[in-house]
């Protein structure tokens, strides 16, 4: 097959491994920025173009869309997705996961356990609204952070006032905040699984290594493998199936509730899950990739 990885980091562990592991099984893949790629958009005519040139003849796509330019990257995929061509994950489903409170809302009506939200621009009537989640503590997130950045914990009232304050100071509609219960039997830890093809092949507990709240690894949390319960992956499996994506990552925190769903990731890092775990998940995703690209209907494709 002739595969494209669409990063915007060819030296990224994730995206080197993935063309590593497509060459090894015999494809032909590049690895393509997609910040260099252009749309033109004609009647029955979809082109990509990478600096000029136009892309043609891929059997399948494997985009690494990184959130700082989740609107170019996905109008990149949608472009291929108008040739017919295969997808590891759809544009619509990678923008339904960029934002927090749109996947919430999509695990909720499938029935998947997610920590008490609330999504609201008043400040003033705030006070009701966390009182039903279980008063303060609370945690304050913008729908679109990453990486644990824009993630905060609001101790008072007045704490909780003031960020909101801060985080509405850009009075736009692209910038939305959430509140949501403080999850606090878990707090300093979670669980990101890796799923592909709807099976989790890999758990990794990330714990915070001092008082932060936060366990992401970029705010220097660390990963250990762990076994999921049959009720976890269970939920694991279905927020991945709620959000559409057939690879993602699906962070979860272990609550006195059961198994909470924090957010689902489109383009989930391979590394901590395939150093942690020593498990060759790279190749497992070209194995997905190789099952499901022959599958697609495939109309004409330019070119091809
Ligand atoms: N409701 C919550 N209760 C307790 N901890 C939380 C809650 N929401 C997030 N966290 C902590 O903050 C981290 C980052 O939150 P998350 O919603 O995953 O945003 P990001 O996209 O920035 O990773 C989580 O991995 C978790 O450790
Ligand atoms: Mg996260």
Redesign the pocket.
Known sequence: MKIAILSNGPGNYSTKRLKEEAENRGHEVDVIKYKNCSAAIEQSNPVVRHKGDILRGYDAIIPRIASSMTRYGTAIVRQFEMQGVYTTASSLAIVRSRD?LRAIQLMSRAGVGI?KTVFTRSINDIEEQIDGMGGYPV?I?LAR???????VLAETKKAAKSVMQAFYVMDDDGTNILL?????E?????IRSLVIGGKVVASIK?Q?LDDD????THQG?EGSPVRLTDEERKAVQKAAKAMGLSICGV?M?RSDRGPLI??VNSSASLKTPELVTGRNIASKVIEHVEQNAKKQPRRDRIGA
């Not at 949501?180 to 606090?184: N, P």
């Not at 878990?186 to 979670?190: P, V």
């Open positions: 927090k920590p945690i997130k952070g990453t990486h644990g950045n824009g993630v949501q219960e403080f999850v606090k878990s707090a300093g830890q979670d990330r915070s709240f936060r366990s992401n949390g962070d925190m924090l957010e």
